[in-house]
């Protein structure tokens, strides 16, 4: 069929639009492959079932290597850049014992905590990491759906910290992060299971589970808290 145009005005024949329409389709299909959960990922706000005032990860033994054990021992507690108001980035945002919330757009989910006003973008599936990505404190995150799980991986970290202790990381650090809901008696929960693999600081990959519950009338509120105010 032949394209007729009229001034600006293009006339897209029927056989190209429909493939451009599918073509749309498959893309959302692959962004979203469970619009479901999405929705129900952005209900409201997820609260974390750890009781308030410290990192989920100061409970945990890490498996460090000898160099990340000796800058674990030497880290100087004073010189937390979390009490200089500095977001302290992946991995610890995410355990900070923050309310947290997702939205989705397009390609991207964005997630959002409450402290520091952590602010996440994840490039979902079909979204190459660009050459020019520099390392940041929260990396670079891709994800996608697997079944009802949003699967999150991020690299280009930069040197810090896990925890407000002091266990480090390195800028070769990499996070998978596996996002679910699950319908309980109670309501809606959030789990995520999160793997570190840090070949500098710890010995082998450690995994953790942690749970949020869901509060759908909450808001997340601003921290308000700057670096240069201290």
């Known amino acids: ?39 129900k990922m952005a209900a409201g706000v997820w609260r974390s079932l750890v009781i308030g005032g410290t990192n989920t ?54 997630m959002r905590y409450e402290t520091m006003d952590v602010v996440r973008t994840v490039h979902m599936e079909g979204a190459p990491l660009p050459p020019e990505a520099i390392h940041t404190p929260d990396g670079y995150s891709v994800g996608h759906w697997d079944g009802d799980t949003l699967v999150v991986d991020t690299t280009h970290l930069t040197v810090g910290e896990t925890t407000r202790d002091g266990v480090p990381k390195s800028d070769v650090m990499t996070l998978n992060e596996m996002f679910s809901v699950e319908g309980r008696d109670d309501g809606p929960y959030l789990v995520v299971t999160t793997t570190i693999t840090d070949p500098v600081n710890f010995m082998k990959p450690f995994t953790s589970v942690h749970e949020f519950e869901n509060e759908p009338d909450w808001e997340l509120l601003l921290f308000d808290c700057h670096p240069t105010e201290y």
């Open 57 to 110: 990860y100061d409970f945990y033994d890490f498996p460090l290597t000898p160099g990340g054990q000796e800058r674990y021992e030497n880290f100087p507690l004073d010189q937390d850049p979390a009490l200089r108001c500095e977001p302290p980035g992946m991995p610890r945002a995410f355990y900070y014992l923050s309310l947290m919330d997702f939205s989705f757009q397009g390609d991207r989910v964005t």
């Open 1 to 39: 069929m032949i394209t007729r145009r009229s001034g600006s005005r293009q006339i897209i024949p029927s056989r190209r639009l429909m493939l451009l329409t599918v073509s749309f389709m498959l893309f959302q299909q692959a962004v979203f492959a469970n619009p479901e959960v999405a929705r």
